[in-house]
DNA sequence: ACCTGAACACCGTTCAAGT
DNA sequence: ACCTGAACACCGTTCAAGT
């Protein structure tokens, strides 16, 4: 305690090194929230931790967004930009849709615990704007105009958000458990009398096999056809 | 504070009435954790409330459960079980499946905190096991077996769950904010140039205009075409 | 065997004080 | 104008103590 020997090369601690002013922006608070997200703690994102992250003091954060929920508000139109960043239009309205529908699938699963807390959200940011519209381009270019077009639009982006959002809800969900996400569906599952659950019963190994991205494709291909079916006619 | 008069009728001041032996069981507890969950906050269900709620210590439930986490998976079961309460499967499998969505659809409504918060998650509970059996009776009765009939059966459930469980989330979340679910879409999304937006910018009216049932039928009315698009041949 | 109460580490948010 | 630190009410979970 008294040695003193701390006090020798003089180590130039610095004092906690208050941040200089224009360090903290909107932006890097966001891209630091989305690092805490992607770290592994579905519940993850607090003050305490974006706080370290950004080498700040944690309520520093609050000069710039006004709760937490207004970051994830954030953080959600910042996962729009990560997963339409590089899109371009195809020739095809079909083949635009398809990109835009797995961009998303991506983009929520690679940041699955950040999807989880925002594809409910509407975020009203530039990111948001430039797919709605990119939606409505092709959703024009097949034809369909005024609240015809509209109502497909809520379909298919309703649909893409909903089906992207749930796979990383669970996968974030089954992360934190440390569950393999397929590994439900075991015998735990079927304790019970065969006759009770005939259909059960019958599909009880089948139940296990489950390709997530897969059954995503020919959900959306399913909605795809549907749209082809009720094209409007060319005028 | 030395009056007394708190004294005169004896008023048979109960001590704090402990719980008697076995009125704290997991079905209790799931109905009182269900009711804090519809009392109007989206992140309500703590512990202190749901103790309040039952009339006991808030750490009593720990005897029963072994986390909040845990409670809510109880609580998935139960909303499954509201959801499926009096179904009968019809001669037609796509009016089962039909009918099947549109419980989901409105249980998932009329409890949307619960629903967001448990619509992610495998249960493996009695009630996810009398739903997975009526969903495959119907497919089938379809005429579909083996992993086909597992296909259809994740494209189905994966779908009604996903499309309920976000309209809920977002229900939820206007709900906490006091907004009305429809009243984004607003002028204030639209603060941008024309030409650089055109589509959003010409459809900027009729994007208020929501009716999220009628998308959802929509979207189930798309996956049982393609359903019957695919149906196998008759043997 | 089941319920209670105190305790612990943590969390979102507010606000007066620093620079 | 922007960041910090102390403070407040709350939260999930543990565990020894009651009955």
Redesign the interface.
Known sequence: MMKGVERLPAPQRKPPARLSRGTLTREVIVEAALRVLDGGQVNGLTFARLGKELGASPTAVYRHFSSRGDILTAVADELIRIAIDGYQPSDSWQDSLRDLAYRAWRAFEQHSAAA?HT????T?GPNE??V??AI??AI?QAGWR??E???K???YS??V???S??NA??LA?ADEAGVTPGS??TQ??MP?NPAE????W??RD??R??DNF??YQ??V???L???R?SLPAVS
Chains 1, 2 share one sequence.
Not at 119 to 122: I, T
Not at 197 to 200: A, G, I, Q, S, T
């Open positions: 989880m594809f409910y959200r509407v009203l704007i430039r709605v519209d409505l381009e024009h005024g609240q077009a509209v109502f639009y809520q379909m309703n649909l958000l909903a089906l959002g749930r809800a669970m969900a439900f569906w735990e599952y019970t659950f005939p259909y059960l019958e599909h089948d139940l096999l489950k897969a059954v020919g959900q291909e399913a909605l056809a549907a749209m079916a």
